[in-house]
């Protein structure tokens, strides 16, 4: 048995290291409490529609999200808005649709099944409208920037006039959450930017973390569902272990032997 | 194969097994006699099959939904993530997966180090053994590829270009592995192929590995040869089946966790960027488990030595069982291998540490002399300890010390002094 506490002291470590090396690389980021971390994190169901609300007022003027569909904002483990409102939230977007029985190309109001619809044709039209600078798509932006949700949280909040001896030049402005800090994103958020339907004052940091939330689901929407089968399936496990480990026990006592 | 005759019971069970002898295999495998002092160590054997196993049976899962082509390739995983049923859940114990197969690898390569199960008359296990390590970086360097995010590209650019240091032909050997003038769809497809037929070279030479291990059958942590069937043997079902079951559960538990609640831990934020041949990562590094032999590739400042090193660092092991001199298996009887043991230990624990970091001033320092050190552990240290090394007597018997109820290696110790 001794032996056996070596080796998963050992894998402890092993993920211990790898969760440190990740942590060597990190500045120090703005903390917020997410509600969707730990063992039975969950999403904010209100943050999430709040954050819909900022991205789609805000973020998607640049912003596509190619992965999402109108009709994952009625699903459960989202932003959970009734098949009504997302419906409705669908049919408020123009959809380029066809070529129709003529041949031609037309566009109709969005429909639960479309994809959201994205702000430019293609990454070349992004860049010319942006200063050269590609917005990135945000659907599993989250997940591709190493600081994760506190990177984004700060970031929307780090905009700050560049210290003395630094030149920006036009159209790049300075954020200290930035790699190299520069960024040629301007500052999007200030306080009351958006009129909260449920009455939540929009200060910067609530917009800030209200549209991080969502890009977080955005990025594992079955975050939900993933947190609960996990907890079912390490209960089960361990459940098993214990009885296959008294098993053991009786079957190893035959021959007078540790084990 | 088996150590004593086998008759079926039923009728048609012996007609059966005239014809093709599975109930006999069957029955070797079940009576299979054990070392029974065999520690925790022992069942990382048992884990890997069952971690090959969910690779494959995830993998041909994903292969349903993944789409081979640079243009799709990154929509059809997000696919699988957002809209197959649990696909979130197959490629997450996928990707994981692959870390959990060579975290249970490196303690089963780690354990024959110790316990020195590569010597005589186990070296044909060893070398296909080192086969299958080598055919598992294959697998997952390709594997990694397929998302065709950022990494995938990049990690397949800087690989796939160290055999442009081969003399003359290296660059039109480049040409043809990418099937163009750059890595692109042609590359993506042809490591989707291949990638897809390693997992079952892997499990014909894993056959192979069991075959070639029941031969002479088990090494045991006392390192000794015993007599099978004997009182230093139990059969394999029950009892090695449900020390391996738990132990196998117990990996299991570390493995959900990884799946459930860190699944992007072991992997790179960058490769959730879509593959773009014009932007470069600012630092490309391969995953976890390949760190070390990427650190040795830059510590040597010429590319094709460098290439030459890595590959060497890996083919050194398969050499092992001759470099190792000496004539006693266990490390518990060898007091000064088991410190060099350790210190090789630390010595990859550090290679993959400043693998990771950039190649420069202290990192890269360090990375030199533990590359050094490396070589030097098997090239000079090892055979040297052979002849020098004073070993602790070895007991005669397994059976002794267990039913002594104490450690081996303090009985053995208790049994040496008894002798004087």
Known sequence: MKNFFKIFSFI???????????????????????????????????????????????????????????????????PEFSIEQAKAIAASFEVKDGPNSDGDMFTRPGRLSDKFVMPYDNVQAAQAANGGAYP????????????????????????????????????????????????????????????????????????????????????????????????????????LTILVYFSMKRIWSRIETEV | MSDHEYTPKSKFGKWFNDRLPLLTLANHLTDYPTPKNLNYWWTFGGILTFCLITQIVTGLVLAMHYIAHADMAFDSVEHIMRDVNYGWLIRYIHANGASMFFLAVYIHIFRSLFYGSYKAPREIIWIIGIIIYLLMMAAAFLGYVLPWGQMSFWGATVITNLFSAIPLVGEGIVTWLWGGYSVDNPTLTRFFTLHYLIPFLILGLVVLHIWALH?????????????????????????????????????????????????????????????????????????????????????????????VAMLSAILILAALPWLDTSKIR???????????????????????????????GLYLLVARVATAYYFLHFLVILPVLGWKEKTLPIPLSITEPILGGSPNLATAKNKESLNK
């Open chain 2, 215 to 307: 031969v002479p059958g088990n090494n045991n942590p006392v390192g000794i040869d015993i007599k099978k069937p004997s009182k230093d043997t139990v059969p394999f079902h029950p009892y090695i089946v449900i020390k391996d079951g738990f132990a196998l559960l117990m990996f299991m538990i570390v493995f959900a966790f990884f799946v459930f609640y860190t699944p992007n831990i072991l992997g790179h934020a960058d490769n959730y960027i879509e593959a773009n041949p014009l932007v470069t990562p600012a630092h490309i590094v391969p995953e976890w488990y390949l760190l070390p032999f990427y650190a040795i590739l830059r510590s040597v400042p010429d590319k094709l030595l460098g290439v």
């Open chain 1, 12 to 78: 402890i470590l092993f993920s211990g290291l790898s969760l440190s090396t990740q942590a060597a690389e990190k500045v120090e980021y703005l903390k917020t409490d997410w509600s969707f971390k730990g063992l039975f994190g969950k999403f904010d169901r209100a943050a999430l529609q709040r954050g819909y609300q900022v991205y789609t007022e805000v973020c998607s003027s640049c912003h596509s999200m190619k992965y999402l569909s109108y009709r994952n904002l009625a699903e459960k483990g989202g």
């Open chain 1, 136 to 239: 990135p798509d945000m659907s599993v932006l989250v997940k591709a920037r190493g600081g994760g949700v506190d990177y984004i949280y700060s970031l929307l909040q780090g905009y700050e006039d560049p210290p003395a001896g630094v030149t920006l030049d036009e159209g790049v402005y300075y954020n200290k959450y930035m790699y190299g800090n520069k960024i040629k994103m301007a500052n999007q958020l200030s306080d009351g930017l958006v009129e909260y339907s449920d009455g939540t004052r929009a200060s910067v940091e609530q917009m800030s973390k209200d549209v991080t939330t969502f890009l977080m689901w955005s990025a594992e929407p079955h975050l939900e569902s993933r947190h609960r089968m996990g907890f079912k399936a390490i209960v089960y496990l361990i459940i």
């Open chain 2, 330 to 360: 266990s490390a518990v009887f060898r007091p000064l291998y088991r410190q060099f043991y350790w210190i090789l230990v630390a010595d990859v624990l550090i290679l993959g540490y400043v693998g990771a970091m950039p190649a420069e």
